[in-house]
């Protein structure tokens, strides 16, 4: 088994910064990409940053310059550095890993269990 466990949602004013952190854990071989998406009220689930195992990136345009997606291969965790926070990043951010769990397996998406940021004043 293989679990993702979030931390560091919260309440935060518009404008202010918050940072998330997701550690996985388990049967783990290796973790080829890890990311962050996140779900708002009636709306679909969006990728907001991803990040390969050697570091390449890739932001969603809403977050582009405000976010940043960094990660710790030995330590199998990934975080999401965000700031200049808007009302419109109120949403459940959830991790995600695709993990190989032995050398000739097939990778598997994993997910956190989500953590709730909301930006208001």
């Known amino acids: 088994q293989v679990q993702l466990v979030e931390s560091g949602g919260g309440l935060v004013q518009p404008g202010g910064s918050l940072r998330l952190s997701c550690a996985a854990s388990g049967s783990i071989f290796s973790i080829n990409d890890m990311g962050w998406y996140r779900q708002a009220p009636g709306k679909q689930r969006e990728l907001v940053a991803s990040?390969?195992?050697?570091?390449?990136?890739n932001y969603a345009d809403s977050v582009k310059g405000r976010f940043t997606i960094s990660r710790d291969n030995a330590k199998n965790t990934v975080w999401l550095q965000m700031n200049s926070l808007e009302p419109e990043d109120t949403a459940v951010y959830y991790c995600n890993a695709v993990v190989f769990r032995c050398q000739a397996c097939k990778s598997v998406d994993h997910w956190g269990q989500g953590t709730q940021v909301t930006v208001s004043s």
């Open positions: 990040i390969a195992r050697f570091g390449m990136t």
